[in-house]
């Protein structure tokens, strides 16, 4: 696993880094991804986060977390790997705004944590191309999102 965490504001603390680094690696190999599978993290205010849907997602409101998956609906990735049988795999990008997290956790009666790791493999099963448009890809979706959690002692 390759795993960046851009945390520049100091947003979360060491001892939450490195748990982010335990659960974020836990997911992958729940999901059974190869061992070089590269993401990066970025932890933002509420403030840049909005700033980041607005322009990127035409949505003018803060949220969670937004995924930018680097082969998102693309099928290059298929013939990159049969051309370069090693290349690592790049999920993409997460940012997740540490306030929201903060408020949704309040909101839900959840601890911090088990918010954050909600919105953690939420983004990673999104850049793994999950969605949850459709009920019945939702129920797919949230059922594994659950059952992970639930593995790594994050329940509800």
């Known amino acids: 696993m390759d795993l960046e965490i851009y945390n520049d504001d100091n947003l979360i603390d060491q001892e939450r880094v490195d748990w982010v680094n335990d659960i974020v690696k836990f997911t992958f190999d729940k999901l059974e991804l190869k061992d070089d599978t590269q993401l990066s993290i970025h932890f933002v ?89 459709k009920p019945e890809d939702e129920k797919v979706m949230i059922g594994l999102q659950e059952k992970i959690l639930s593995a790594y002692g994050l329940k509800k």
């Open 45 to 133: 205010t509420k403030d840049k986060i909005h700033e980041i849907n607005k322009e990127y997602r035409d949505t003018d409101r803060a949220t969670d977390v937004i995924s930018f998956a680097i082969n998102d609906g693309e099928d290059s990735l298929d013939y990159l790997e049969q051309q370069i049988p090693d290349l690592p795999l790049d999920l993409g990008d997460l940012f997740i705004s540490v306030e929201i997290v903060d408020e949704h956790a309040k909101d839900y009666e959840h601890s911090f944590d088990r918010e954050l790791g909600y919105t953690i493999v939420h983004g990673i099963l999104h850049l793994n191309g999950y969605d949850h448009i």
